[in-house]
């Protein structure tokens, strides 16, 4: 099982950037897909979560800026992160929860800076 996600980098407060997590290994439409962040010196958290069924969860501190979404027929869960502050830098990680097991992307640093 792999999940691999691009898109981290640099950018600027008030920029956008989107995340991209593509796994191969499962059977991805059986899996609910989530994104989790750890910033220095603190513990991973959640960021937002898809249901198999394609429900979508973000917590507080993003909601109304980051969206997740998935494509199923290219086994891929995307992060759409607009207005990013400087607290939104983090490594983000993906994560795939299946009927019997789940597993982590290796991260993806995004850091807001100016």
């Known amino acids: 099982v792999q999940l691999v996600e691009s898109g981290g980098g640099l950018v600027q407060p008030g920029e956008s950037q989107r995340l991209s997590c593509a796994a191969s290994?499962?059977?991805?439409?059986?899996?609910?897909m989530g994104w989790y962040r750890q910033a220095p010196g603190k513990q991973r958290e959640l960021v937002a979560l898809?249901?198999?069924?394609?429900?979508?969860t973000v917590v507080d501190s993003v909601k109304g800026r980051f969206t997740i979404s998935r494509d199923n027929a290219e086994s891929t869960v995307y992060l759409q992160m607009n207005s990013l502050k400087p607290e939104d830098t983090a490594v983000y990680y993906c994560y795939a929860a299946g009927p019997s097991a789940a597993y982590w992307g290796q991260g993806a640093q995004v850091t807001v800076s100016s």
């Open positions: 290994g499962i059977i991805f439409s059986m899996y609910a």
């Open positions: 898809i249901t198999s069924g394609g429900r979508t």
